[in-house]
């Protein structure tokens, strides 16, 4: 499996200096603080938008790079998301995902959510998981 690319935070701050100019890959690394390798080695294999000129030299315009850095970095963040079933929350102590054991108490948070607190089925931690308010029966509100 191929490593995902990424990029730093520092890496991303450094993106809001890129002009719309060509930048060969040396300077492009030097304002983006990485290593030229990593420019001919990660980015052009991955899809970076680069051009070459009649004599073959390789240039890469600085706010089409910007603009694709973003994109790999959003999509990176999108699938790095777990989806939980209702029924599981992330246990802190395990370091995974974990059905709930045995629920333990359901609180109201705010009107429209709750947290729904249990036990992790693997190492009996407690764990919580933030929800979508239960619709209310008539006779609950009546009682309020």
């Not at 730093?8 to 930048?23: D, E, P």
């Not at 983006?32 to 004599?55: F, H, L, Q």
């Not at 850095?69 to 995902?97: F, M, N, T, W």
């Not at 933030?130 to 009682?143: D, Y």
């Amino acid at each position: 499996m191929a490593k995902r690319l990424k990029f730093v935070r520092g890496q991303m701050q450094h993106m809001r200096r890129l002009l719309h100019m060509r930048y060969t890959p040396a300077e492009l690394a030097q304002v983006i603080d990485c290593a030229t390798k990593t420019v001919y080695r990660r980015y052009i294999p991955e899809g970076c938008p680069c051009e070459r000129d009649a004599s073959g030299r390789l240039w890469i315009v600085g706010d089409r790079f910007r603009d694709w850095a973003l994109a790999v970095q959003h999509e990176a963040i999108v699938e790095g998301r777990a989806r939980l079933a209702p029924d599981e929350a992330y246990c802190l102590s395990c370091k995974r995902a974990t059905k709930i054991h045995e629920p333990i108490e359901i609180r109201p948070v705010g009107r429209h959510i709750e947290l729904v607190l249990g036990r992790c089925a693997n190492c009996n931690a407690v764990v919580s998981r933030g929800r979508k308010r239960l619709a209310r029966t008539g006779a609950e509100e009546v009682g309020s």
